[in-house]
């Protein structure tokens, strides 16, 4: 049995379809990335999987328990983070911990070895207002709050977003040793870099699932040629490559852009076509998950 | 389960508790009101500055004279010439002038032997306050006639208020009014602050029961509000010297009640408003509007145009106020408020009926 089964999802919110037939499957232990800009339709994936949505069709089945016919019993086996800071800014760290074990029915004491790795690192804080906690630690404590009870699948809905780059690796180095426990982990990012982290991904793009895949696997998917150049004038160079017949694509990436061309379109051709400018510098690139994300987004 | 409904109640104390602002609004907001409304803004008749026209200070002016002198509700500022009157009033220096006919003494014995007299005294007011001039108008004629005046044909007795004083009548309202304030408003905002701030998404998210969840935020509210509620007694019994004659227990009980409807009241304003502002604004513009217009607060439901008398039914603080004027101020019983606490108790359980099915274990 999957951990996780969505098929032919859909939910609409007046005249924006939110979630366009989404289907896909998580098995158990694995950590499942959704990946995809704001408005892709993540968090409102989530909020149906932790059924506080109803769907307007399609199904899923959480744990094997039907999202809409079973949704209490759903309830008690997820936890379930949201996109903002959901816990009391007024309550210390220990009575936020506190406030949810009993929530949940659970003593704190009873999970301290699955919260532990993450608890252990704002522990000396306990005392502190949940307010008055950095980006990172907030994340970590909403974290050891949604782990309390020993939930069986984890959904994460853009645990990284706002916090900095240390406190993002901690963080899915933290998901990795949730895995080891042998816990369904479904999360989701805005941030492709972090794609990599996963055991499988899923794109998603206004609504829709443009595929699904481990990220080594996707990134082998990307057809074409892709260089990564950059010139002292590069806005000039941006303009200059789209002009191109034969570039089927050419955007900024990071310091460089990426120019992508059919098999046929060599460097030669490129720099010859380009014309001279100053400074101009063309390298083959390996293909991110971004790039795949940009070719299929343009389908 | 047990365990966590306590838990529950904690936090959300420990949230009162560390909005400490609130808190003192809270609790000063009727202290404040109180003492406004008390002493302040008053409608009854205090310090009347009265003038006297008389065109001969025979034994019988002296004598009416006199007693405006002795009660203190009025201070005499001396006799005048007639054509003073228009300027002393004009500048505000008096509230009442008290013209007395020429031949004062001989006509009133004249009316006492049974022989029919135009008017013996002109009493001519500042009316810019209504209230005022009214009330000082009926208690000068008592005052200036006499008690054996004999062409009384009326005996008028103030009951239950003899002095009018005013703050007996605003303290129900008051009350009617603060604990809207105190439980609606505030239980509202803070069920939509946890909508709001994203934490009702994890509260829904868990094997607790929306009901219990509701009924958590409640308790302390309504311990709040309690203590009000004998804060208020306590400075309308021995600040304002309010009778509280129908008995404690009554006030009480009645009081009790419309706690339990204001809190649902709150909740029903939660179940609808998405934001912290539009759960104020609802509070303000659906409570205390009608409070302060429709209850008889302010203005007596008699008085309203028929149409409003109508609306006014439906405005749980007109039946409660209604109540504690009676038990407070008459002395009246539980069992003489009867129909004022049927009515309310009809109206909180049709509220919670509605909020509590209203109060959705999903999002939408």
Known sequence: MEAIEVKGLSKRFGAVQALDAVTFSVHPGELFGLIGPDGAGKTTLFRLLATLLSPDSGEARVGGCDIVRDYRAIRSRVGYMPGRFSLYGDLTVEENLRFFAALFGVEVEASYDLIAPVYRQIEPFRRRRAAKLSGGMKQKLALSCALIHRPEILFLDEPT???????????????????QHGMTILVSTPYMDEASRCDRIALCNEGRVLGIDTPEALVRRFEGRLYAIRADAMFALLAAARRIEGVEACYPFGETHHLVAGADFDMRRLARELGPMPGLHIEPAEATIEDVFIQWMKR | MKSNFTSFVRKETLHILRDRRTMLIVLLIPVVLMVLFGFAISTEVNEVRIAVVAPERTDGVREAVERIVRNDSFAFCGYITEDRIDPMLRTGRVDAVAVFAPDYDRRRLQAASGTPQPPLIQLILDASNVNTAGTAAAWLQGVLLGEASPQTLFETRMLFNPRMKSAFNFVPGIMGLIFILVCAMMTSVSIVREKESGTMEVLLVSPVRPFRIILAKMIPYFAISCIVLILILLLARYLLGVPMSGGVAGIF?????????????????????????????????????????????????????????????????????????????????????????????????????VSFRKFNDKLE
């Open chain 2, 253 to 353: 009980a009645m009081s009790l009640l419309y706690l339990v409807l204001s809190l649902a009241l709150g909740l029903l304003v939660s179940t609808i408003a998405r934001t912290q502002v539009a759960a104020l604004l609802i509070s303000a513009m659906v409570m205390l509007l009608p409070i302060l217009m429709l209850s008889g607060m302010i203005f007596p439901i008699e008085n309203l145009p028929r149409f409003f008398q109508w609306v006014s039914a439906v405005v749980p603080a007109r039946w409660y106020i209604d109540a504690m004027r009676r038990m407070m101020i008459q002395g009246a019983s539980m069992a003489d408020v009867w129909v004022d606490g049927a009515v309310l108790l009809a109206m909180a359980g049709l509220l919670l009926g």
């Open chain 1, 161 to 179: 977003t706002g916090v900095d780059a240390v406190s993002r690796s901690e963080f899915w180095e933290m998901l990795d040793s949730l895995r």
